[in-house]
């Protein structure tokens, strides 16, 4: 629809003023036609009102919806920001726990429990490849003594120095782990007693050279006994470990810091 033109809404509006026009018969329908414009034009600026309106609330209402999207996203991001820290906190701990739960507070190294799963994978494996495997006991000296002259402090000093002794001592394929109080257990992997022998007489030697300090000007000397025991294909391992323990029991007899084997 072409919009009249200003001029020529003036002009009809002239037309239908001017006096010499009063009696024409074309008046009444051109001041009805008039009439009919005005209320269309009036009607149609009501629906642009109204449509304009429209067209600004369904624009702020797209631009509200997309604040509050954005704003959801931005939260989800959050969210899933801390789950991941949760999750990675939860991952650190879990490996924290099952460190602790492996590993003796006192030496670092593995404890009963991680010594009895090792025992158990490696004696698997010695059976059913035909391996050699050999197991070594070893307890300190009079530690007894140690603990009641010098405190429990020096003790704990002692299984820590031991604990330094074996791991610098052992190949870094064996296994070692305090098995209870001052008795450790040293599992060796595809090893048979001859092959332990030269392993067995480093290892008391370098014991040997460890000195626990008392105070600034005292030290005393670590020493420890060892029984040694190689696995009997069909044994139960807890076989060889009992083996293991009377060669160390056969050890003090003998006079401490030495070895002994358990016959095969």
């Not at 018969?25 to 309106?53: N, S, V």
């Not at 090792?118 to 140690?146: C, G, N, P, Y």
């Amino acid at each position: 629809m072409t919009k009249p033109q200003p001029k020529l809404l003036q002009h009809v509006e002239e037309l239908l003023q001017d006096a010499a026009h009063q009696d024409s018969p074309l008046r009444e329908p051109l001041a009805q036609l008039y009439q009919h414009h005005l209320e269309q034009q009036e009607k149609l600026e009501r629906l642009i009102t109204i449509a304009d309106g429209y067209q600004q609330s369904a624009h702020e209402d797209l631009h509200l919806t997309r604040e509050q999207l954005e704003q959801q996203i931005r939260r989800q991001q959050k969210l899933s920001r801390i789950a991941d820290r949760y999750q990675a906190l939860l991952r650190e701990r879990n490996l924290a726990l099952r460190a602790a739960s492996s590993v003796d507070p006192l030496t670092g190294l593995a404890n009963r429990r991680r010594l009895n799963e090792q025992l158990e994978q490696w004696h698997a494996t010695a059976e059913r490849h035909q391996r050699a495997l050999t197991l070594a006991m070893l307890d300190i000296d009079r530690f007894k003594s140690v603990n009641d002259s010098f405190g429990h402090g020096t003790g704990d000093k002692a299984l820590e120095l031991l604990a330094g002794g074996l791991q610098e001592s052992l190949r870094a394929s064996d296994i070692c782990g305090r098995w209870g109080g001052e008795e450790f257990l040293l599992l060796l992997p595809e090893t048979s007693l001859t092959q332990a022998t030269p392993l067995m007489e480093r290892l008391c030697q370098h014991l040997r050279q460890l000195q626990i300090p008392v105070d600034d000007d005292r030290h005393i000397a670590l020493t420890a006994s060892v029984g040694v025991a190689e696995h009997r294909p069909g044994d139960a391992i807890d076989a060889t470990i009992k083996r293991a323990d009377q060669a160390l029991m056969e050890a003090k007899h003998q006079g401490r810091d030495r070895w002994s084997a358990a016959p095969a």
